[in-house]
């Protein structure tokens, strides 16, 4: 007797590295890097305003496998590895009766290699519980844009043709070919739109810089000058920090990136499994271009944790625009949920799905952010309010975290959405820096962190209207 039970949907995640939300039309960028992106998004369910719970790599790789903040999984920065008995998204797909594979970067492994080991092999006991590998751990030190170098289930080099986004997506088309008959979740994971480490470039496909060069740069990049910790002695002060030199190779490597999610999609279509597959594309984190601070990301300001996401396929098409704040974190329980798979009590994060159904009494209105590489930060964004605090370097602990912050920053998104004005000291605002410390405390608290003493900016006259509490509910 047949077993009549209708196949789960299979699960796709298109992973892309350090890509800002606004690099997409629906998002005001004018240049048409990503219409595959935008009209699927129109058409399915946009994640309009998505953000990072950890604006570095690795943390951030941990919290979506797990839908844990980074602290709670041991990466609170990069080089620490995840642990072998974490409950990850493929371990739970497995026991579902799902073929699970990884394809590209990893970025998980950490200081876990043996003496005289190549750093970039993955262990089999280092990979999450993917039953089908083919990953390097830091794939922008593997090699380069034409030289993508992976290694298999056995840790045999792999070197995948073409151009390194286009590699990553043939391999995961080719997956996913061999596996249509068989319940599948595959996380593909690019390095692009990433700058390339050993020379401090984003370097796109040949001939696709010259097309972006020059042209649009975001309001809050084309107002900024390069961070005082970025410039070397005696360099002049750029406006932009790295954005001028940047963005077109930039914007190339976004370009390239739709275009290989285009082609995914049509191999979905031509393999009739358009209907039967759910397909998440997001981003570990953003980009700021050394205006925030000395490198491109680990700030709380929107151009680093704010991603591109967009869900569609079963239980997604039609859902339009989300509109509610949501974290990484919510993202790994989203996607169990739509398969009828059981979300783990741990799980920080929450499913998508009520909301779709018009159940937005319970979300959250705020997202909390971890700051825990090259300085320890806590912040928490509301539709309207951005709050940081930042710890002295003295009271750093050794978990992530720190015993002693001070107050950094307080924006207001409404009045100020490329955050320009830090409104800290202002002492019109003294009683937003209240609601919103007692709303950060209250989230740290929520995932396990020590309550810890907050040194209050002191209150200046900034000549700005004195909001009211109540406003600070939005």
Not at 52 to 71: D, E, I, S
Not at 326 to 353: F, H, K, N, Q, W
Not at 359 to 370: C, G, I, M, S
């Amino acid at each position: 007797m047949s077993d009549a039970r209708p196949q789960r949907p299979n699960v796709v995640v298109f992973f892309t590295d350090q890509q800002r939300w606004d690099t997409s039309g629906l998002h005001g960028n004018p240049l048409g890097l990503m219409p595959n992106f935008d009209r699927v998004a129109r058409r399915a369910t946009h994640v309009s305003q998505c953000f990072t719970c950890q604006p570095v790599c690795g943390p951030a790789r941990a919290c979506l496998q797990t839908g844990l903040y980074a602290t709670p999984t041991g990466v609170w920065r990069n080089g620490l590895g995840l642990k072998h008995d974490a409950v990850t998204l493929p371990k739970l797909f497995n026991a579902a009766g799902y073929h699970t594979g990884y394809i590209g970067k990893w970025h998980l492994k950490g200081n876990q290699a043996k003496k005289g080991d190549n750093p970039m092999i993955v262990p089999a006991e280092c990979r999450g519980g993917y039953q089908e590998w083919l990953g390097v751990d830091i794939l922008e030190f593997s090699g380069d844009e034409y030289h993508a170098l992976l290694y298999d289930n056995e840790n045999r080099p792999v070197h995948l043709p073409g151009y390194r986004t286009d590699a990553i997506a043939d391999a995961g088309i080719r997956f996913i070919d061999r596996h249509q008959d068989q319940p599948f979740f595959l996380m593909m994971s690019f390095v692009e739109p990433h700058f390339q480490n050993d020379r401090d470039d984003y370097p796109p496909p040949d001939g696709y810089r010259e097309n972006y060069s020059g042209r649009w740069v975001p309001p809050d990049l084309a107002a900024l000058p390069m961070h005082e910790s970025a410039r070397k002695p005696g360099e002049p002060v750029l406006s932009g920090g790295t954005a001028h030199a940047h963005l077109g190779g930039y914007y190339g490597m976004v370009k390239r990136l739709d275009e290989a999610f285009g082609r995914l999609l049509d191999a979905l279509k031509s393999l009739d499994l358009e209907r039967k597959t759910i397909v998440l594309f997001t981003s570990d984190h953003g980009c700021h271009f050394k205006t925030r601070n000395g490198e491109y990301k680990r700030s709380c300001h929107e151009s680093s944790i704010r991603v591109p996401t967009l869900l569609c396929g079963p239980g997604f098409e039609g859902g339009g625009q989300v509109s509610q704040l949501v974290s990484l974190v919510d993202l790994p329980p989203t996607l169990l949920d739509a398969c009828a798979i059981a979300v783990p009590p741990a799980m920080e994060g929450r499913s998508l799905l009520p909301l779709l159904r018009g159940q937005h009494q319970d979300w959250p209105q705020e997202v909390f952010l971890q700051i825990s590489e090259d300085g320890v930060g806590r912040a928490v964004r509301t539709q309207r309010w951005k709050y940081c605090i930042m710890a002295p370097g003295d009271a750093q602990d050794q978990d992530g975290g720190a015993h002693s912050y001070e107050e950094a920053f307080l924006y207001d998104l409404q009045y100020d959405p490329n955050e320009l004005t830090n409104l800290i000291h202002a002492e019109s605002h003294q009683q937003v820096r209240q609601v919103m410390r007692e709303r950060l405390l209250r989230r740290m608290k929520d995932i396990g962190e020590k309550e810890p003493t907050i040194t209050l900016a002191e209150p200046r006259p900034s000549g700005q209207r004195r909001v009211s509490a109540p406003e600070t509910l939005q």
